[in-house]
Structure formats: structure tokens, C-alpha cells
């Protein structure tokens, strides 16, 4: 997979020529899959997390939180040249989803984190 490279302010280095290939490639693809919202790109309104939709203002308990897993899950499963979920872990109390999860992609092993609402998500080695 070859992947171009985003900014510190996660626009895309266009005119650069900076590229991303290997774990370091498919963990921006996964991180890009995550911060798109469903209905953000024109070309296809229903690709995209359901943020706004399905995840937050949830009520409820362990059956919130194990939809919103699955939710992420298949987000990271459809991500190209990721293998497996080796581990998922994610707490959901006082409206606060927050999850750890170890991805096999088929370049070697990398972790997601979210945290805070969604508002702070990461992907790092």
C-alpha cells in the first residue's frame, strides 16, 4: 500500500511527493477511515463513521458499547490490508466511549486508540 503522507494539521502534503508505504500507510488509512463522518464526501454520502447518527448521545449500557465496538470494528476490518483484530478493549460510562484496539495488518502490528469522544483518535505502532 502506498499512501500519501498528511500534515501536522492532517491535510494532505500535495506538490511533496511524500509518501507513506508499509504498517506506517495502512495506519493513516485507518485513521483517515475513522475521522470521516458519514455524508462528509460528495462521492459516496454513505461511507463514512455514524458519528453524529448512531454514536453519540447513546444511552444505555454494555449494549451501547457493544454496538458502537461493532461500529469501529468493521470501519478497521474494511480498511485495505488490515488482517485481524488481534485484541479490542472500550469502556462506555457518564456518555464517555473510549477504546484500545491492536490491528494485525499485513505489514506488522499497530494499536488505534480513542479517546475522548471521539475527539482525540490515534493510531501508533
Known sequence: MKY??????GDY????????????????????RMKLLRSEWWE??????????????????DEV?????LIISERILGTEDVA??????????????????TINTIYGETVLAIGDNFRKVEVMF
Open 13 to 32: 502534503t500535495l506538490g511533496k511527493r511524500k509518501f507513506l508505504t508499509g504498517v506506517e500507510a495502512v495506519q493513516q488509512a485507518i485513521l483517515t
Open 44 to 61: 459516496d454520502t454513505e461511507d463514512g463513521l455514524p458519528l453524529f447518527e448512531r454514536i453519540l448521545g447513546s444511552y444505555g449500557g
Open 84 to 101: 485481524e483484530i488481534k485484541h479490542f478493549e472500550s469502556t462506555f460510562s457518564n456518555r464517555e466511549y473510549k477504546a484500545t484496539c
Open 65 to 69: 458499547r457493544q454496538a458502537v465496538d
Open 4 to 9: 500519501r503522507a498528511l500534515d501536522e494539521k
